[in-house]
């Protein structure tokens, strides 16, 4: 049974920063597409950074240049590093993994929150 456990979140002033993580236990796959998507109150869900297993990485436009998403293999955990902060960072942020496929790697950050497997979340509250 995969389970994604994320952690990290919290309070933070703007131009702040904060290190997400995602541990990750059940899963077997060694080629995947995973990332981070958040939702804010009365917003729409919003993919925020991929990567793939070929390692390949993307991100949303409003992120770039502010976050960086990074695995460590050894430890099953998947890191979102969010610099810079910003107001409209607040938002509750999920992890989700699904098994690799052509459409995962192509759609980028678009359709994280679709994949099957995603973490109960953790607050993010960036205040100015």
């Known amino acids: 049974q995969v389970q994604l456990v994320e952690s990290g979140g919290g309070s933070v002033q703007a131009g702040g920063s904060l290190r997400l993580s995602c541990a990750a236990s059940?899963?077997?796959?060694?080629?995947?597409?995973m990332g981070w998507f958040r939702q804010a109150p009365g917003k729409e869900r919003e993919g925020v950074a991929q990567i793939v297993s070929d390692g390949t990485t993307n991100y949303a436009d409003s992120v770039k240049g502010r976050f960086t998403i990074s695995q460590d293999d050894a430890k099953n955990t998947l890191y979102l590093r969010m610099n810079s902060l910003k107001d409209e960072d607040t938002a509750m942020y999920y992890c989700?993994?699904?098994?690799?496929?052509?459409?995962?790697?192509?759609?980028?950050?678009?359709?994280?929150?679709?994949?099957?497997?995603r973490g109960q979340g953790t607050q993010v509250t960036v205040s100015s």
């Open positions: 059940g899963y077997t796959y060694n080629k995947y597409c």
């Open positions: 989700a993994a699904t098994r690799y496929s052509a459409g995962c790697r192509d759609a980028g950050v678009s359709s994280i929150y679709l994949y099957g497997y």
